[in-house]
Structure formats: C-alpha cells, structure tokens
C-alpha cells in the first residue's frame, strides 16, 4: 500500500508541474496582458547569465540541503533518536512553517489581488485564504484516509476482523521523535511515507512557480538577491523534507528519486522560464490566476504538514515532554528556523 501511495504522489506531482506549465505559458495568448512599467534595471543578456548561474546554484544548495539528513545515518551524533536530531528537525520545521505563512502565502495574495486582475470577483473575495483553508482540509483528509486503510490491512494481515484499537493507532501514527520508522511498526512507517510524499507535493508545486517567475524575468535588480535567498531557502526547506525522508526508511532508489524531484524542480522551472521568455507574461490575468491558486494551496498544504505533522507530534510526543530543557531548545530553534526565513521575505 506505501508503494501505490508513492507511485500516485509522483505521478500527480508531474501532472501538476505539466498542468502548470501548460497553463502559464499559454495565457499570453489566451488572455491580454497588463503590462507595467519596467524601470531602470532592464538587461536581458546579463539576466540570463544570471539565471544561467541560478541553475547550478539553486540544484546544489538544494541537494546539499535534502542530502544531509538522509546521510547522517552514519553519523551517530544526528541519528534519529538523538537530542540533536531533534533540535536540527524543530529548525527545519520552523524554516518550512514560515516557508507557508511568509512567501507562499503572500506570493498568492499579491498575485490574485493585482491590478492586472479585474475588480470582480479577485478584489472583492479572498479566494487565497479560501482555496489554503480547503487545502488543507483536503490535506487531512488524505492523512486520515490512508490511516484508516493501514488499519484494515493491518487488521486482516495479522487474522484479526475487529478494528485495531484507537490507542495502538495513536501511539503508531507519529513517526517523528521515535526514531526511524523501519524499527517501529508497519503503521509508523506508512505514516511516515504519506507526510513525506505529502510534504514534498506542496513544496515543489511553489518551488516550480518560483522558478518560472525567475526565468521568465529579465530584471537583474530582482534576480541577484532572489538567487541568494532562494539558495538559502532551498537548503534550509530541504533539510525539513530530507528528515522526513530519513524517518520514512526508503530504498536507496526511492531516496535518490524525491531527492531529484526536490532538487531539479525549481531549476527546471528557470530553465521553462528562459525558454518561455518569449510568449510568457507573470502579468497576464491567466498567469496570475494559476499562480496564485496553486500558492494558495501549496501554503494550505505547508501550514498544515508543519504544524499537524512536523511540530505537534515531537513538542507533545514523550521524548519532549519528559526533558523540559530539550523542549525549550527545540522550540528556540523553530523561532531561528521561522525567524531566519521570516527575515529571507524581505528579498524573496
């Protein structure tokens, strides 16, 4: 069952980055563009240098990012059951908290109220916090759903027809703090893989807008700084993700796939965007209106895997509530994790 959950997470990731391409890069020529004022900082030729430099920059940062938790396996310090795991996981949390709150949810707001739009009905509605809120119930939903189906399988794998109890679910459910999931039960490691799978689905539809909008600027002024900080960004978002991944106990083959997909998703983005240069427009209503949709229910997503999946498990989990001083540090460590990027908003 883990594995038809992560064959359709995959597939539904690349129907979303085709999905999105598609309809991008044709609302310039569906819809009339609103066009703004350019400014003083306009060079393509040395945009695309720029861009082309974005491309290593942004793949690197974030393979070094996602790989480092999965490869302190050999590191005793930073395994899974360890104090610091626990400190270097809250701060990861923090980094993808803020990740939702302060540039996916923003980015969303200010593309579904521009003054590209129309008045009605993108002025007069907060469709942003609606479509977020839905997200991530639709979130919940998908985490409750495939817990309900380990719980039959479970059931009818160990000869037992009743329901297995809501305190053995419950004490099974959280992968996080107990260390990785292959030495837990069967239901611990599902669990695990589905906040994986889930939390990756709604950073890379962001990171591929993200890289689309990049590639299709042509404004040095707005890319040199917004490399820099989406390198931070990426590395930082992929540690909280590679910690997942590491308490999901993958195969090698599957680790070195959602490491592809996380890592090559926003330079493959830029890459979409220099191609499209051309025919696509971030200020054209159609454009806006997928971007900012899919913003918002990427933010939805992100919101509540950081606080419902990452953060409530450990802060409520044992481990922290019986080392009081742990739990102070862990919850420092989200402030720096959220504040660090809160701070990164300013140029990203």
């Not at 004022?37 to 393979?63: E, N, R």
């Not at 400190?87 to 996916?104: C, D, E, N, P």
């Not at 030495?183 to 890289?211: N, P």
Request: net charge neutral; glycine share 8%.
């Amino acid at each position: 069952m883990a594995i038809h959950i992560k064959n359709h997470a995959h597939f539904l990731i690349f129907l979303i980055i085709i999905s999105t391409v598609s309809s991008i890069s044709g609302a310039s020529n569906t819809t009339a563009e609103c066009t703004r004022p350019i400014g003083g900082c306009h060079d393509k030729p040395y945009a695309q240098k720029l861009k082309i430099i974005a491309i290593f920059a942004i793949l690197i940062t974030s393979m070094i990012g996602i790989c480092l938790p999965i490869f302190t396996r050999a590191v005793p310090a930073l395994s899974p059951d360890r104090n610091l795991f626990a400190v270097v996981k809250a701060f990861a949390s923090g980094v993808i908290l803020a990740t939702g709150y302060m540039h996916v949810l923003p980015d969303s707001f200010d593309a579904l109220r521009s003054e590209c739009l129309p008045d009605r009905p993108w002025h007069k509605y907060p469709f942003t916090t609606l479509v977020a809120m839905f997200s991530a119930v639709l979130t919940l939903m998908v985490d409750s759903f495939a817990m309900s189906l380990f719980k039959r399988h479970y059931a009818l794998e160990s000869g037992e027809q009743k329901e297995v109890s809501n305190e053995s679910v419950e004490l099974q459910s959280h992968c996080h703090g107990h260390g990785v999931a292959a030495e837990g039960s069967d239901a611990t490691l599902l669990r695990c893989r589905v906040v994986a799978q889930i939390l990756e689905l709604g950073i890379i539809v962001h990171s591929v807008i993200i890289g689309l909008s990049l590639g299709a600027s042509n404004n040095p002024c707005t890319i040199r700084p917004l490399v820099a900080a989406l390198c931070f960004h990426q590395m930082f978002e992929g540690m909280g993700l590679g910690g997942c991944i590491l308490q999901a106990n993958y195969r090698a083959k599957t680790n070195a796939i959602m490491v592809f997909f996380f890592s090559a998703t926003t330079p493959f983005g830029i890459i979409l965007g220099l191609v499209l240069s051309n025919v696509y427009s971030d200020n054209s209503p159609a454009a806006l209106i997928v971007e900012g949709l899919l913003d918002a229910a990427s933010a939805g997503l992100l919101n509540y895997m950081a606080l419902v999946d990452l953060l409530a498990p450990d802060f409520m989990g044992a481990k922290l509530q019986a080392h009081l001083k742990l739990q102070a540090l862990c919850y420092v460590a989200v402030v720096l994790g959220a504040g660090g990027m809160s701070v990164m908003a300013i140029w990203a």
